[in-house]
């Protein structure tokens, strides 16, 4: 048994890469559950393929899973990776570039043969041309290992070859002092009717695991203490879990059914698959035959009675759109999610942006306002969920929700709420009076200009729906040209004071300073990460996140003018900073990426530097 020495580490970020057929989510999401039991904080980055089956060894088939943990409080899946665990050439040449110098790099040499590394191109081998110098290589016969070890156990080569990422997971596993038990329970449970894979899958994870015991390839091997969390009950959550769960909250909270109408677009598909295991909870959920027949059912759950929402991604809002404005004229409650990829048309559908936010406000015929609520962490995706589905609910308006594929499929430790701490949602169906009066489908609520909700079949309440324009009050088809203005400005006004109910702006850092980074959606962890860097360097800098998107929070206007620059960074060619410049007149700085991957912290912490050093 080698010896090998214990390093304490307060973080570390480690990235599995591999094609696709190798397992890399699998194993990425099992040394996370690794992870969470060792009671540690963590943020994490799936990385698909757009391809549904590229070829074998090439780079654009090559799946990854980053993960960055600690003990201290971690908000981003890290800048630098310190292991990468690479599978074949291909895997290596992506992303050797992410790497830390001094990082090590662990691969599997019996994969980097000419064929794969001409799938790869590559001209020369990258473990014998110098071009891994600076990097600590860790070369293991990961395909030999693997095939010697189940050499007996009855499978054929195909089924060995794939459990090698079982392998790889034990010896990563044994290198940062994870615990073996959660994966050997998840490999019991996942292959309880195949013994064979069973108990192959098992051996390779404990021989991994003792390989690393006995190796003297590794100079040290790393202990990652728990992070000092909130008391409470966790668990580690993926962004699409956690929306799924608020929606099914808000339900229990207004006590209205949840409908869920959808059609499979990365990477919304996976919340359609969320909510369908939620039929005991009184959650219906419909695989449309397109976009639009999706919404067209939702529009109809909502004007039922039921908490309706309809999810996608930006492709799928745009068939959406007209629908989208028929709720709007109708004003019923519906929730849209979009998780957003990168585009335009199909682009980057298995990556990570922001830009589709000018399309949730004005990505419609017409004047056709709407509010914008947006998640800022996989686990937020619960409470932005929560809170779209009020809104909607209590103003009687459809609600974007906008997400993105970072955390749809990113996952953190999320502290479980008390179910009682959530507040009711209070919903008022019309209902028929007892007098000779008119019912006025279109009557406003004096606070939130809400119109009443009156569900088909309730004697007494029958009414005019459709997309032509209602005539003020009694909701009859009007074509008349000041009435449209009046219900273009009703319905827009509506919108608005929904900021009444918007909490003031937590700034994080002083209330005042040289500097403010303002922040939308999954950009938040980079942001508050990057601000406490550069506060604990002195620099007069502060943040401020927004939820509410559309409408503005009433306070962000005072907030913005107590600091001499505001920098807006976001995931797309600025956005978010047009609406800000159209809205305060200020000169907000942007800051953009689109490279369909969430910002490093030290991108922030330069940029900022730049400006207050005046070099940019």
Request: glycine residues 10%; charged residues 20%.
């Amino acid at each position: 048994m080698a010896n090998t020495p214990v390093e304490s580490l307060p973080e570390a970020t480690i990235l599995f890469a591999g094609d696709s057929g190798d397992g890399m989510q699998v194993t990425g999401s099992q040394f996370t559950l690794a992870t969470a039991y060792a009671m540690n904080d963590l943020a994490t980055l799936p990385d698909f393929p757009a391809e549904i089956r590229a070829p074998a060894g090439t780079t654009y088939g090559v799946s990854g899973f980053q993960l960055h943990f600690g003990s201290v409080d971690i908000r981003t899946p890290g800048d630098e990776v310190d292991l990468l665990v690479a599978m074949n050439p291909a895997a290596l040449a992506v992303n050797l570039e992410r790497v830390r110098r001094g990082g090590s790099v662990v691969v599997n040499v019996n994969a980097f043969d000419r064929r794969s590394l001409d799938l790869a191109g590559l001209a020369e081998n990258p473990l014998e041309d110098g071009s891994l110098e600076g990097y600590q290589l860790i070369p293991v016969e990961l395909t030999k290992l693997t095939r010697e070890a189940l050499a007996d156990s009855g499978l054929n080569q195909k089924e060995i070859d794939r459990s090698k990422n079982m392998f790889a997971l034990g010896l990563a596993l044994w290198l940062y002092s994870r615990p073996l038990e959660p994966a050997e329970r998840w490999i019991e449970k996942k292959f309880a009717r195949k013994e064979s894979i069973l108990s192959a899958n098992l051996h390779l994870l404990r021989k991994g695991y003792h390989y690393g015991e006995t190796t003297e390839a590794f100079a040290v091997r790393y202990e990652v203490s728990p992070a000092k969390l909130a008391p409470g009950q966790y668990r580690a959550i993926q962004g699409v879990t956690a929306m799924a769960l608020g929606l099914v909250a808000a339900s229990d909270r207004s006590g209205l059914p949840l409908f869920y109408g959808s059609y499979p677009i990365t990477p919304a598909s996976d919340l359609l698959h969320a909510l369908s295991r939620y039929k005991n909870h009184g959650v219906m959920t419909l695989q449309a035959e397109d976009e639009i027949a999706a919404v067209g059912a939702t529009i109809g759950a909502a004007f039922g009675g039921s908490l309706a929402v309809t999810g996608t991604s930006g492709p799928g809002v745009a068939l959406k759109s007209e629908a989208i404005g028929l709720a709007v004229i109708m004003e019923l409650p519906l929730v849209v999610v979009n998780m957003q990829r990168g585009g335009p048309s199909t682009g980057l559908p298995t990556k990570t942006e922001q830009s589709d936010l000018l399309q949730a406000m004005y990505g419609r015929n017409g004047d056709a306002p709407l509010p914008i609520v947006a998640a800022s962490t996989p686990g937020d995706c619960f409470e932005a969920a929560f809170e779209a589905a009020r809104i909607a609910l209590t103003h009687m308006t459809p609600v974007m929700l906008l997400a993105d594929g970072y955390l749809a499929n990113g996952s953190e430790p999320w502290l479980v709420p008390d179910p009682e701490s959530l507040t009711p949602i209070e919903v008022g169906f019309a209902t028929a009076s007892d007098g000779e009066e008119t019912f006025l489908p279109y009557e406003r609520d004096p606070e939130t200009l809400g119109r009443p909700w009156a569900t088909p079949g309730t004697p007494g309440l029958e009414h005019r729906i459709g997309g032509l324009e209602k005539q003020d009050g009694s909701g009859n088809v009007s074509y008349d040209a000041v009435n449209h203005e009046q219900m273009t400005r009703l319905r827009a006004d509506k919108v608005q004071r929904v900021a009444r109910s918007i909490p003031p702006l937590a700034v994080n850092g002083a209330d005042s300073g040289d500097l403010l980074i303002l922040g939308w959606g999954s950009t938040r962890g980079a942001i508050e990460a990057a601000t406490e860097r550069l506060r604990a360097d002195g620099r007069k800098v502060s943040s401020v996140h927004l939820r509410h998107v559309n409408p503005l929070p009433n306070d962000l206007g005072d907030v913005v003018s107590r600091f001499e620059h505001v920098l807006v960074p976001e995931l797309n060619d600025g956005q978010l900073v047009r609406i800000l410049r159209d809205r305060y007149l200020l000169p907000f700085i942007a800051f953009n990426k689109i490279q369909g991957r969430p910002f490093r912290t030290g991108e922030l912490v330069d940029r900022v530097e730049s400006i207050l050093d005046g070099r940019s």
